[in-house]
Every structure is written in C-alpha cells, then in structure tokens.
C-alpha cells in the first residue's frame, strides 16, 4: 500500500534543486552561503527550498554564530527507502490475487 511512503519527504525530493541540496548534504554538514556557492541559487529561493525540506523531516540545523549549518537527516530517506522496499517485496509476491473486471 502506498500510504506507508510519506509523501510529504517525495514530494520534497521531487524538485531538483532540493535534490541537489540532499545530495550536497549527504557528504557534509553545509551553511546557506556553501549551498549557494554550490547550487548557484540565490539565498532567498535557496531558504525557502531548505524550509521545505526541513518541514518534510529531510535536514535539521544547526546554528553557529551567525550562520546556520543543515545536516541531512539520514533516518528519513532510510524510512522512506523502506517504505519502497516495502511495496517493492508486496509486488514481488508471488500469489496475488487478481480482480475480475
């Protein structure tokens, strides 16, 4: 059932800025000026993007003087991979039932 993938984290990950934020933060704990150094957004579209994957549970922050760091939560693309491998295993299942048109 598509229900135990949380929708809110897909539909986070389904804009390739953020995706690219995820991927810039699995290798290391970033600042907004890093993120836009590397992304090339600019710091406006940049926070507001970072604010939704924080409201999806993707990254958490950390503030350091006068800056903040966001560090990927990893316990969340691990749910949501289980909850693929989840419906991935039911598909696989090799006595399903068919329904009669």
Do not use: K, W
Not at 5 to 24: K, M, Q, Y
Not at 26 to 48: D, F, I, K, P, V
């Amino acid at each position: 059932m598509l229900m135990s993938v949380d929708t809110d984290v897909i539909r986070a990950l389904g804009d390739p800025l953020r995706l690219r934020i995820v991927s810039l933060l699995a290798r290391e704990t970033l600042c907004t000026t890093h993120l836009m150094a590397e992304t090339g957004a600019r710091q406006t579209n940049l926070s507001n993007h970072l604010r939704v994957l924080r409201e999806a549970g993707l990254v958490e922050t950390e503030p350091c003087g006068r800056f903040t760091y966001y560090r990927l939560r990893p316990e969340a693309l691990e749910a949501l991979a289980g909850g693929f491998a989840d419906l991935a295993a039911a598909a696989r299942a090799g006595d399903r039932p068919r329904r009669a048109c």
